[in-house]
C-alpha cells in the first residue's frame, strides 16, 4: 500500500509543478517552440532546467543508498542500443507536442485542471496507442523474412542483453 501511495503523492506533485508553471496551457508549449515567429516563450526551458536539476540532486543522492526507501532494490534500465524505432518514436512525439502544445502528463493534469484541449488531446492520444498496439500485434504475427548476416565492413550484430543469472550449480572439478 505505501508504494502505491507514494506513487499518487509523487505523480500529483508533478501534476501540481506543471500546473504552477504553466505547463497545462499549449500556448505556452507552442509559444516555446516558436523560436522564429517573434513571440517565443522561454517558461518552459525554465522548467525543464529546473526539472532536470532537481532529478539530477535526487540522483546524486539516490547513488549513495544502498537500496531504495520503498522497494528492494533499484530497477536500472541494461538496455544500451538505439533502434531506429527511438528516432521514430521520438520524431512523432515531438511533432504531436508542436502541434496540440500537449505531452501525455500536461494532458492529463490539464484534464483535471478543467483545459477543454486536454479533454480533446487525451482520446486522440488513447487512439494512437491503441493503433500502434494494432500495427505491432500485425507485424508480430506475420512470418518475418530471414535476415541477412552482416558482410565484412558492415553493422557488427548486436550483442543480446544480459538475462536472468543462471541458477547456481555444483563446481565442476578440473583433473589438470
Known amino acids: 500500500m505505501i508504494p502505491l501511495l507514494s506513487s ?22 507552442v509559444g516555446f517552440l516558436d523560436v ?9 526551458g525554465f522548467v525543464m532546467a529546473g526539472a532536470v536539476a532537481s532529478y539530477g540532486v535526487a540522483l546524486f543522492f539516490a547513488r ?3 537500496r ?4 528492494a532494490r533499484f530497477l536500472l534500465p541494461t538496455r544500451q542500443d538505439l533502434p531506429p524505432r527511438l528516432f521514430v518514436g521520438a520524431g512523432l512525439f515531438g511533432v504531436g507536442w508542436a502541434i496540440a502544445g500537449f505531452c501525455p502528463g500536461p494532458a492529463l493534469a490539464g ?8 479533454w480533446v488531446f487525451l482520446p486522440a492520444m488513447a ?8 500495427w505491432e500485434r500485425r507485424a508480430v504475427s ?20 544480459p538475462g536472468p543469472p543462471a541458477p547456481a550449480s555444483t563446481p565442476a572439478t578440473s583433473t589438470a
Open 68 to 71: 531504495p526507501v520503498l522497494a
Open 36 to 44: 522564429s515567429g517573434g513571440a517565443w516563450d522561454p517558461s518552459l
Open 142 to 161: 506475420r512470418p518475418s523474412a530471414p535476415r541477412e548476416e552482416p558482410r565484412s565492413g558492415g553493422r557488427t550484430p548486436r550483442t543480446p542483453q
Open 127 to 134: 487512439a494512437g496507442m491503441l493503433l500502434l498496439q494494432a
Open 111 to 118: 484534464a483535471g485542471a478543467g483545459v477543454p484541449q486536454a
Open 8 to 29: 499518487f503523492l509523487a505523480g500529483l506533485l508533478f501534476a501540481i509543478g506543471l500546473a504552477v508553471g504553466g505547463m497545462t496551457q499549449p500556448a505556452r508549449v
Open 64 to 66: 549513495r543508498r544502498e
